[in-house]
C-alpha cells in the first residue's frame, strides 16, 4: 500500500493536517503538494470546520525541498529554464496561493526543523507554536537558490524586514526560542506538550461562530496588501452579513443569559 504523503484527521471543528514522511523529513516533492493543496480546498468547502493545526511527523517539520533532487536534476529541478519556470507556477507555487485563501485560521504546529520551503511554510500558516526542538531556516542561498515558493513575500509580513533580510542573506537557522523572542512564534513547549498546546488553542478558535471567523480572518489578511479604504469597505460589506446571521443573535442571547453560545454556523 502506497503511504500517504499528507494526512487529514478531524477533530470536532478542528483538523489536523500532518506531514508524512518522517524518513524524508517531510520534504515538498510534487505529490506532497498535490496532496496538500487538495486538503486545503477540502477544507475550505467543510464549513464544519474552523481552524487547522499543521505539523511533520517524526523528528522534523519540513526539510522543504529535496537535496538529492536538486543534485540529480530530479522533480522541480529537472528540466529547461522554461519547464522549470512551469513546474514552479502549476507546482509548489500553488501552496502559498492556497495557504493564503485557506479560510478558517491555521496554526503550525512546528515539532522540529523546518528547512527552506518548509521554513516558508511555516510562516504560511497565521500562528505558529513550537517545541524546544524546533527551528526555522531560511537556507536556500546555502545551496545556491533563491526562494521560489513564497517566502519572500510571507517572511518579512512575520518575521520583519531587517529580521527576513537576516535569515534570508545568512541562512543561519534561528531557534525556537529566538524566534519567540522576534514574535514570529507564540509559544515554546515541550516536544510532548506540543500538539496537546496546539489542540487547545485550535479548540479555543473554532468554538467562535464559523461564519464570522472566517470573514475576520479574512478582513486581516486583505488588510495586509488592501488601503484603508478598501478594507473599510470590505469590513462595511461583511458586517451585515454577520449582523443578520442566526449566530450573531445567538451570542448576543448567550451573553445576557450568561451561558456559553451554541453556534450552529448560520
Given at each position: 500500500m502506497t503511504q500517504e504523503k499528507v494526512i487529514l484527521e478531524r477533530s470536532g471543528r478542528v483538523a489536523l493536517v500532518t506531514l508524512n514522511q518522517a524518513d524524508r523529513r517531510n520534504p515538498l516533492d510534487d505529490e506532497t503538494v498535490e496532496a496538500?493543496?487538495?486538503?486545503?480546498?477540502?477544507?475550505?468547502?467543510?464549513?464544519?470546520?474552523?481552524?487547522?493545526?499543521?505539523?511533520?511527523?517524526?523528528?522534523?517539520?519540513?526539510a522543504g525541498g529535496n537535496v538529492k533532487d536538486m543534485r540529480d536534476r530530479r522533480g522541480l529541478f529537472a528540466g529547461t529554464p522554461a519547464q522549470m519556470r512551469q513546474s514552479y507556477l502549476h507546482g509548489i507555487q500553488r501552496i502559498p496561493l492556497a495557504m493564503w485563501g485557506l479560510e478558517v485560521p491555521s496554526i503550525a504546529a512546528v515539532n522540529g526543523p523546518a528547512v527552506g520551503a518548509g521554513c516558508d511554510l511555516a510562516m504560511m500558516c497565521d500562528m505558529r507554536v513550537a517545541s524546544?526542538?524546533?527551528?526555522?531556516?531560511?537556507?536556500?542561498?546555502?545551496?545556491?537558490?533563491?526562494?521560489?515558493?513564497?517566502?519572500?513575500?510571507?517572511?518579512?509580513?512575520?518575521?520583519?524586514?531587517?529580521?527576513?533580510?537576516?535569515?534570508?542573506?545568512?541562512?543561519?537557522?534561528?531557534?525556537?526560542?529566538?524566534?519567540?523572542?522576534?514574535?514570529?512564534?507564540?509559544?515554546?513547549?515541550?516536544?510532548?506538550?506540543?500538539?496537546?498546546h496546539a489542540h487547545k488553542l485550535a479548540a479555543k478558535i473554532a468554538s467562535q461562530p464559523p461564519q464570522a471567523l472566517r470573514m475576520m480572518k479574512r478582513l486581516i489578511r486583505e488588510g495586509l496588501v488592501s488601503t484603508l479604504p478598501?478594507?473599510?469597505?470590505?469590513?462595511?460589506?461583511?458586517?451585515?452579513?454577520?449582523?443578520?446571521?442566526?449566530?450573531?443573535?445567538?451570542?448576543?442571547?448567550?451573553?445576557f443569559e450568561k451561558r456559553a453560545p451554541d453556534f450552529k454556523g448560520l
Amino acid at each position: 500500500m502506497t503511504q500517504e504523503k499528507v494526512i487529514l484527521e478531524r477533530s470536532g471543528r478542528v483538523a489536523l493536517v500532518t506531514l508524512n514522511q518522517a524518513d524524508r523529513r517531510n520534504p515538498l516533492d510534487d505529490e506532497t503538494v498535490e496532496a496538500f493543496v487538495d486538503i486545503l480546498q477540502s477544507i475550505n468547502q467543510d464549513t464544519g470546520i474552523s481552524c487547522m493545526i499543521l505539523t511533520g511527523s517524526g523528528a522534523a517539520f519540513s526539510a522543504g525541498g529535496n537535496v538529492k533532487d536538486m543534485r540529480d536534476r530530479r522533480g522541480l529541478f529537472a528540466g529547461t529554464p522554461a519547464q522549470m519556470r512551469q513546474s514552479y507556477l502549476h507546482g509548489i507555487q500553488r501552496i502559498p496561493l492556497a495557504m493564503w485563501g485557506l479560510e478558517v485560521p491555521s496554526i503550525a504546529a512546528v515539532n522540529g526543523p523546518a528547512v527552506g520551503a518548509g521554513c516558508d511554510l511555516a510562516m504560511m500558516c497565521d500562528m505558529r507554536v513550537a517545541s524546544h526542538t524546533a527551528s526555522f531556516a531560511e537556507s536556500f542561498l546555502r545551496v545556491g537558490l533563491i526562494s521560489g515558493d513564497g517566502g519572500a513575500w510571507y517572511l518579512p509580513r512575520v518575521v520583519g524586514l531587517a529580521r527576513a533580510y537576516q535569515m534570508a542573506f545568512t541562512g543561519d537557522p534561528v531557534s525556537a526560542e529566538t524566534a519567540e523572542r522576534w514574535g514570529c512564534v507564540a509559544e515554546v513547549v515541550a516536544a510532548d506538550d506540543l500538539l496537546p498546546h496546539a489542540h487547545k488553542l485550535a479548540a479555543k478558535i473554532a468554538s467562535q461562530p464559523p461564519q464570522a471567523l472566517r470573514m475576520m480572518k479574512r478582513l486581516i489578511r486583505e488588510g495586509l496588501v488592501s488601503t484603508l479604504p478598501q478594507n473599510l469597505e470590505l469590513a462595511a460589506a461583511m458586517q451585515p452579513l454577520a449582523q443578520h446571521a442566526e449566530d450573531h443573535a445567538e451570542a448576543i442571547a448567550a451573553m445576557f443569559e450568561k451561558r456559553a453560545p451554541d453556534f450552529k454556523g448560520l
